[in-house]
């Protein structure tokens, strides 16, 4: 029954129509990011002229990811300043000038030289764009739902951008593939990008019937001034500090996506040079598409697995259990590396380990204030990049050529079970500080 009562409260959310248009422009959003995405590994991990190692992996998930990571702290006091409404809007336009550049680039032979880092050049800004907006829209996200349902909305939220992921990368491949039998390559590869400028300008379209101030903040808050961005990002993480519950969380979560990160790397290598060959890069990429679509829909139902558990459990004790049993799934492939234990590893450890992040969502919503809410949902997301590469860059350090080793995999299962025990020391005793933001916050729950 509780798991019920927990799938009628997630539903209900969708009640508040700021809600669902924050759904609406998230998925168009995310999807366009998928199809530029989708352009973009092709070309790197697929060519036979190029032969990606660990490193050149790690290197392209630091491309993707540091970017805002770095202009963050600069940018992160808009959020507190500007109606996260119009970023939004102003991200979607830019995003669509941009995709169409890419096309442009692209249909005219951008597969080299000064054109190559053109495009590169464009794909970054992109989805740098994309980490801004984010922010955004996570910042924003309190102002559309009651304040006894930010678990339900953070459970949903992060489901949003894997199943967006997984709708623009089909759609992207399945117009490549179509539009590669009838047209020509340049043509074909640049369709995908005209598909991406089409979901930006539908995400500004559905962002810009939000009102001015809907997603905060409102008139009258304290807004920091362009010669307080040290002193506003300083305020940032000094507010996330003494927030304990959502500091914790906060580094979880960082440690999760570590996690991810190395095997991510290890997936890719595994499928590229292990399991697959310059031969067959038609099936490898196959292959590889399922192994991220199943790892996704992982990601995608996690907030079915989250929800009932923390409105069951608390915050705490799914925390904790996600963290342990992300350990367990981690070991499937380490006792018989075949591909259904990938598959089968990927989709658990997709479950298990953005369900963490669903539970450190819902403590950084519920533990900030409004008033720097914008440049902590900045810090978080600049975290949970770096979290990525990170455990990118470990994988290029520590995997042979083709990705094949059994002691890492046993080592990513041991660093689940330590997060998951350090976890349990910070967090003893504190039961109903997790709870907070949820439906538990007045009536205990959970051990």
């Not at 067959?280 to 996704?296: C, Q, T």
Request: proline residues 4%; charged residues 10%; glycine residues 12%.
């Amino acid at each position: 029954m509780w798991r019920v009562d927990a799938l009628r409260r997630l539903a209900q959310l969708l009640r508040h129509p700021a809600f669902r248009r924050l759904v609406a422009v998230r998925t168009l959003s995310q999807g366009g990011d998928a199809v530029v995405q989708v352009g973009m590994a092709a070309y790197i991990l697929f060519s036979p002229q190029t032969q990606p190692n660990a490193w050149a992996i790690a290197a392209v998930i630091a491309l993707v990811m540091l970017p805002f990571s770095v202009v963050g702290p600069f940018v992160s006091p808009i959020l507190d300043r500007f109606p996260r409404q119009r970023i939004v809007v102003v991200c979607d336009l830019i995003r669509l000038v941009l995709a169409i550049a890419s096309f442009v680039v692209v249909v005219s032979g951008g597969a080299a030289g000064s054109r190559q880092v053109l495009l590169f050049g464009l794909l970054l800004v992109i989805l740098g764009l994309n980490r801004l907006q984010l922010a955004a829209l996570g910042a924003g996200m309190p102002h559309t739902v009651a304040a006894n349902e930010y678990l339900e909305a953070a459970a949903i939220m992060p489901m949003v951008g894997p199943i967006s992921g997984m709708i623009g990368g089909l759609l992207a491949g399945g117009l490549r593939l179509a539009s590669g039998r009838l047209l020509s390559p340049a043509w074909a590869d640049s369709l995908v990008f005209a598909l991406a400028a089409v979901m930006f300008a539908a995400a500004a379209l559905v962002a810009a019937r939000f009102g001015g101030h809907r997603l905060g903040p409102h008139a009258g808050e304290i807004r920091s001034t362009w010669a307080d961005v040290w002193t506003g990002l300083s305020v940032g993480v000094r507010e996330l500090w003494h927030a304990r519950p959502a500091f914790v969380g906060v580094g979880m979560v960082f440690g999760a996506r570590i996690g991810y990160g190395v095997l991510m790397t290890m997936v890719i290598l595994l499928y590229r040079h292990y399991f697959g060959s310059d031969e067959n890069l038609e099936s490898v990429m196959v292959e590889m598409g399922v192994w991220f679509l199943v790892s996704g829909a992982g990601f995608a139902l996690s907030g079915l697995v989250a929800t009932p558990s923390a409105a069951r459990l608390g915050v705490r004790l799914t925390l904790l259990g996600s963290l342990a049993l992300a350990g367990l799934a981690q070991l499937i492939p380490a006792g018989a590396l075949t591909r259904p234990a990938l598959l089968g590893a990927g989709f658990l450890l997709g479950l298990f380990l953005q369900s963490v992040k669903i539970c450190g969502d819902t403590l950084t919503q519920a533990h900030i204030c409004d008033q720097v809410r914008g440049r902590v949902m900045v810090i978080y997301d600049i975290v949970n990049n770096l979290g990525l590469v990170v455990g990118a860059v470990v994988a290029a350090a520590t995997l042979p050529a083709d990705g094949n080793s059994w002691p890492t995999l046993v080592a990513l299962a041991g660093w689940y079970f330590l997060l998951a025990a350090v976890f349990a020391l910070l967090s003893r005793g504190q039961t109903a500080s997790y709870n907070r933001g949820t439906v538990l916050a007045d009536g205990g729950g959970g051990s």
